[in-house]
Nanobody, 123 residues
Framework: VQLQASGGGLVQAGGSLSLSCAVS?????????IGWFRQAPGKPREGISCISSSGGSVDLTDSMKGRYTISRDNAKNTVDLQMNSLKPEDTAVYYC????????????????WGQGTQVTVSS
C-alpha cells in the first residue's frame, strides 16, 4: 500500500497550491476515508480535512477553513487538496492518510500514511 503525496513547494503568502495524494495497492479503497494532515516544525501534527469515496468531506480543523477544497477522484484513486490564500503559518510538511472511518482520522489513527510533501509559504 502506498500513499504518494505530491505538489508541495515554495509559494508566496496569498498564493495557492494544489496537493495530490495518489493511493495505490489498497484493497477495497472505496471503504477508506482519505485525509490530509500537516505538521509544522515544533508543532504537533494537525488534521485538515478528509473525504470519503462518496464525496462527503469533513473538516478536521478550523485553522484552514474556507481556504481549501478537498476532492477525490475514485477512478484515479487520488485525493487533491487545493489551498488558497496561503499564509506563512501554513508552512509545514503535508501528509495524506487512509483510514476506515472519520473517527480514526480524527484520532490520527490512520491505517496508512504517506511520506509527506513540504509546503513553504514565504512572507
Amino acid at each position: 500500500v502506498q500513499l504518494q503525496a505530491s505538489g508541495g513547494g515554495l509559494v508566496q503568502a496569498g498564493g495557492s497550491l494544489s496537493l495530490s495524494c495518489a493511493v495505490s495497492g489498497l484493497p477495497s479503497v472505496e471503504y477508506y476515508v482519505i485525509g490530509w494532515f500537516r505538521q509544522a516544525p515544533g508543532k504537533p501534527r494537525e488534521g485538515i480535512s478528509c473525504i470519503s469515496s462518496s464525496g462527503g468531506s469533513v473538516d478536521l480543523t478550523d485553522s484552514m477553513k474556507g481556504r481549501y477544497t478537498i476532492s477525490r477522484d475514485n477512478a484515479k484513486n487520488t485525493v487533491d487538496l487545493q489551498m488558497n490564500s496561503l499564509k506563512p503559518e501554513d508552512t509545514a510538511v503535508y501528509y495524506c492518510a487512509a483510514a476506515l472511518s472519520v473517527g480514526r482520522l480524527r484520532g490520527h489513527n490512520a491505517a496508512y500514511w504517506g511520506q509527506g510533501t513540504q509546503v513553504t509559504v514565504s512572507s
